[in-house]
C-alpha cells in the first residue's frame, strides 16, 4: 500500500489514539515527522517522543499528554496543507490559534517550526497542519 500523505496518516494516528486516551502512538518515523513531533513537544502538545530502530524503517514512539483531571491536551489536529492543495503563509499572514492557545505547524527554509517562531525569526512556509 502506497501512502500519497504521510503527515496526514501521522496526525490521524495521534487523533485517534487520543481520542481512546491511548499513552503513546507508533508512526512510521520519516524526518519530516520527527521535525513536527519536535515542535508539538516545544509547544508542549505531547510529553515526547522516541525513535525505536527497526530494520525497514524506524518507528516514531509519541508520548501523548493529558492534564491532570485526564483533559486532552490535544483538543484538534488536522491537515491544513494538502499534497494536491498547498497552503503558504508569510509570517504577517499567520493568524493567531484560538488567542494563541493553539498553533499551525508550518515548513520553513529554517526547518519545521511554529507559527510563534515563525513570527519571531520572521519567515514564512508551508502550513503543515493547526493544533489546539
Known amino acids: 500500500m502506497s501512502m500519497t500523505d504521510p503527515v496526514a496518516d501521522m496526525l490521524t494516528r495521534i487523533r485517534n489514539a487520543n481520542s481512546l486516551m491511548r499513552d503513546e502512538v507508533g508512526i512510521p518515523s520519516t524526518a519530516i515527522k520527527i521535525s513536527i513531533a519536535e515542535v508539538l513537544k516545544r509547544e508542549g502538545f505531547i510529553k ?38 498547498r497552503v503558504y503563509r508569510g509570517y504577517e499572514d499567520l493568524p493567531h490559534i484560538l488567542s494563541g492557545q493553539g498553533i499551525m505547524v508550518i515548513s520553513t527554509n529554517q526547518g519545521v517550526l511554529s507559527d510563534r517562531e515563525c513570527r519571531e525569526r520572521k519567515v514564512g512556509g508551508e502550513v503543515l497542519c493547526t493544533v489546539y
Not at 67 to 72: I, L, R, V, W
Request: proline content about 8%; overall charge positive.
Open 48 to 85: 515526547g517522543f522516541d525513535i525505536i530502530p527497526r530494520p525497514l524503517q524506524n518507528q516514531l514512539k509519541i508520548r501523548l499528554k493529558y492534564g491532570s483531571e485526564g483533559e486532552k491536551v490535544i483538543r484538534a489536529i488536522s491537515r491544513t496543507s494538502k499534497p494536491g492543495c
